[in-house]
Nanobody, 115 residues
């Protein structure tokens, strides 16, 4: 399984970014897709998740009103739309796919939000 994250960058507070995670290497129809992030000096933390097949989206509290996780099944790609970015969102963002007996991580993409 390969997960290729992209879309990070340096932005100003209040700006938006859309991260993408292209997934390949297996069938994902029964998988869960998630985004995590890790800020300097901190542990990796959960950001958002949903099932590949659709359904309820789950968010970490501080991002629920500003971020949106979506999936394009035709492109095998997971997105994280991030709006109203704040400096506290600065981190390396990782995509993750997990299910019964497997848990895969992609290399992260850096998001830096300046004040």
């Amino acid at each position: 399984v390969q997960l290729q994250a992209s879309g990070g960058g340096l932005v100003q507070a209040g700006d938006s970014l859309r991260l993408s995670c292209a997934a390949s290497g297996r069938t994902f129809s029964s998988s869960n897709m998630a985004w995590f992030r890790q800020a300097p000096g901190k542990e990796r933390e959960f950001v958002a998740a949903r099932r590949w097949s659709g359904g309820r989206k789950v968010y970490e509290g501080s991002t629920e009103d500003r971020f949106d996780i979506s999936i394009n099944n035709a492109k095998d790609t997971v997105y994280l739309q991030m709006n109203s970015l704040i400096p506290e969102d600065t981190a390396v963002y990782y995509c993750n796919v997990y299910g019964l007996g497997y848990d895969y991580w992609g290399k992260g993409t850096q998001v830096t939000v300046s004040s």
